[in-house]
């Protein structure tokens, strides 16, 4: 059964830090890993998705990377700000059963001016 | 730009009361889920559909319901609300063809309150 995790479970930074957010899962065998913020209270919006086959894919400011064969995906943020203070989720799609999702409980990034 | 709208952001209601949580998506979608939300538990998925009048039980489907009667529409019951039903729901869809290599679209999610 897949399993996703993601530490930390918080994180504090000073605007202006690069950082990264780490999310591993225990097999390997995947369609793809996506990457989500969600602000409190609301729902969930797709940040980036990367395939099995890509080793990373950039979108603005953010960079995440997979490795597969670890098990292991990070997502970089460049020169953080206060905006993006939210709660960063990674979910992996499984092969061999019905391609569900299943997601990490999270890291709540807060970002200090 | 796929948009997955829940009609209702905040809900109180009563134990024993009947809940429908409505989720509609303007994309032709013919995937769509609902999760519910809880600290420290994460994502957990309640029901899916892959087509009209088409359901499957997810994870936690016990005290759930669904209907999807029509294509872009896919609702929740909660035909007896209880207070362990209160939490964060969240639909989501995508589209049949990019199920193993797409992006999951969400709504904003429905907070649940039972007293």
């Known amino acids: 059964k897949q399993e996703v995790t993601q530490i930390p479970a918080a994180l504090s930074v000073p605007e202006g830090e690069n950082l990264v957010l780490n999310c591993s899962f225990t097999d390997s065998a995947i369609y793809n890993l996506q990457w989500f913020r969600q602000d409190p209270g609301k729902g969930l919006t797709s940040l980036l998705l990367?395939?099995?086959?890509?080793r990373e894919q950039t979108s603005g400011r953010l960079n995440a990377s997979l490795d597969k064969s670890s098990g292991r995906s990070t997502l970089y943020i460049a020169a953080s700000q206060p905006g993006d203070s939210a709660t960063y989720l990674c979910a992996v799609r499984s092969q061999g059963g019905s391609e569900k999702l299943v997601f990490g409980k999270g890291t709540k990034l807060t970002v200090n001016p | 730009d796929v948009k997955v709208t829940q009609s209702s952001r905040y809900l109180v209601k009563r134990t024993g009361e009947k809940v429908f949580l409505e989720c509609v998506q303007d994309?032709?979608?013919?995937?769509m889920f609902w999760y519910r939300q809880d600290p420290g538990l994460g994502l957990r998925l309640i029901y899916f559909s892959y087509d009209v009048k088409m359901k499957e039980k997810g994870d936690i489907p016990e005290g759930y319901s669904v209907s999807r009667e029509k294509k872009e529409r896919f609702s929740l019951i909660l035909e007896s609300a209880s207070t362990n039903q209160t939490s964060m729901y969240l639909c989501a869809s995508i589209r049949r063809l990019d199920a193993r290599t797409g992006e999951l679209f969400f709504g904003e999610g429905s907070r649940l309150t039972v007293l």
């Open positions: 994309m032709d979608h013919e995937n």
């Open positions: 990367i395939q099995s086959s890509q």
